[in-house]
């Protein structure tokens, strides 16, 4: 097997593609043949040691892949060899192969491409965690979503509208607000360009949006929560932009707003069977044609040092597939 190994924490520049013994599963394990692995943000903040959780040295980045099970070990029991599947890891997807947890797996159904399934997992998950469980959406509300055309970002767009929900996309260019569009979005606010709270203030007819998606933080989170509707939800998803933002607490008073934390990774861990659930309705919602990953950029998995710059310049429209022959 190949894989790209981290032997430090400095980056993707520092990571190497080497061929290994190809490894056998233990108790619990399985081993998978990676057939599409999707590039999320959190890969790029693990290879730097920027995240939250700092694997032990040397590791294989890569928390979300699909494949077929290759080899079981012992005490496995709702997968078997041949299996297609999607699993979120942690680490292990940029390669050729990969030893996982049987308990981050699951069997794919028929519908699903392996590029799909690949790109699945932890942006809906996340997306409908937040938005769903976290914020209560009802349909008839009004969602800002920041950084829209991004991974999170787009399944946001999507699980909004899938819920009935208006949607405001605001994005960082024309290009991807124009994207947006073709999502399903019914305005797109560019922040580069445009001054957001002016432009929140005439889309909602000064109302503001009743709930806000934020996975890039910086000045934007501020701008934009000054803005929010009376009993308004702030979603704290990530923080692409690199920096952590700071909130006067009088403007949750005077809107009676609140702030709620995402950690969708913490929360499958946590919760399996409430996430089991999540999953559940974000697959029939798949077949039924409301979802489905925007994959607009496809490199061969040796080619990972490009997709880790695509992603670091704000390049990655929805999600990034790396494929193995
Ligand atoms: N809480 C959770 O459970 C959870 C789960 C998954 C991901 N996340 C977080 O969500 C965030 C987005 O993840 P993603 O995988 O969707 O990433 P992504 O596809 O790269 O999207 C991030 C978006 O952020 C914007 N951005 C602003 N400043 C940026 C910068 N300096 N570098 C890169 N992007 C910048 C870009 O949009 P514009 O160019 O339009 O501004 C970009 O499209 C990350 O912070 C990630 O850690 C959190």
């Known amino acids: 097997m190949h894989a790209w190994i981290c032997e430090e924490f400095a980056g993707p520049e520092r990571l190497v593609w080497k061929e290994a013994p190809t490894p056998e599963p233990g108790k619990g394990e399985v081993r998978v043949a ?7 943000f959190p890969d790029l903040l693990i290879v730097q040691g920027k995240y939250q959780m700092r694997p032990p040295l ?8 699909a494949g077929v099970v290759e080899a079981v070990g012992d005490g496995v029991k709702h997968l078997s060899v041949g299996t297609q599947v999607a699993g979120f890891a942690g680490v292990g997807g940029f390669g050729t192969h990969t030893v996982a947890p049987a308990a981050v797996l699951m069997p794919l159904p028929p519908v699903f491409s392996f590029e799909d399934a690949a790109a699945f997992l932890c942006t809906y998950g996340t997306t409908y965690h937040a938005l769903m469980d976290r914020a209560q959406l009802k349909a008839g509300e009004t969602v800002l979503v920041l950084g829209a055309a991004g991974g999170v970002g787009t399944a946001a767009i999507q699980i909004a509208k899938a819920a009935g929900a208006r949607v405001i996309a605001a994005t960082s260019s024309d290009d991807k607000c124009a994207l947006c569009k073709t999502l399903g979005a019914d305005a797109t606010i560019n922040y580069s360009t445009q001054n957001l709270r002016d432009e929140l203030k005439t889309l909602t007819d000064g109302k503001g949006p009743d709930v806000i998606y934020d996975p890039v933080g ?8 000054r803005s929010i509707a009376w009993r308004g939800r702030l979603l704290v998803i990530g923080f692409a932009n690199g920096q952590i933002p700071a909130l006067p607490l009088n403007l949750a008073l005077l809107k009676g707003a609140s702030i709620l934390g995402v950690f969708w990774g913490e929360f499958a861990k946590r919760e399996p069977q409430n996430n ?5 309705q974000l697959a029939a919602w798949y077949m039924e044609g409301k979802i489905k990953p925007v994959v607009e950029q496809k490199l061969a998995m040796a080619d990972l040092p490009r997709a880790f710059e695509l992603m670091g310049s704000r390049q990655v429209r929805g999600k990034l597939v790396l494929t193995n022959p």
Request: charged content about 15%; hydrophobic content about 55%; aromatic content about 10%.
């Open 34 to 40: 990676i057939k599409a692995a999707s590039l999320n």
């Open 58 to 65: 040397p590791f294989v980045p890569g928390a979300e892949f």
């Open 218 to 225: 910086g000045d934007l989170t501020e701008a934009a929560f």
């Open 276 to 280: 089991a659930a999540c999953l559940m």
